[in-house]
């Protein structure tokens, strides 16, 4: 499943360097709402992520948001 990570250019280095995002790691079932989340918090950068699709849903969110209790890799 594919989903969308918004972060600020500091945390993107941070991911970068580490070559993933520690846990708990949120993201978006669509850019629409990742879009919106980055204008609304000024964080502007966008990754697309792969989810298993079996990630819980948070509250809340439009019920469009995935939380992940694991690492994920980063490849940039």
Do not use: D
């Amino acid at each position: 499943m594919v989903v969308w990570h918004v972060c600020s250019l500091k945390r993107l280095n941070q991911y970068k360097q580490a070559g993933h995002i520690v846990a708990p790691v949120r993201a978006w079932e669509n850019i629409q709402q990742a879009q919106r989340m980055s204008l609304s918090t000024g964080r502007p950068c966008i990754l697309r992520l792969k989810f298993t699709g079996q990630e819980n849903k948070l509250p809340g969110h439009f019920n469009q948001a995935r939380v992940s209790q694991r690492n994920v890799r980063v490849t940039l």
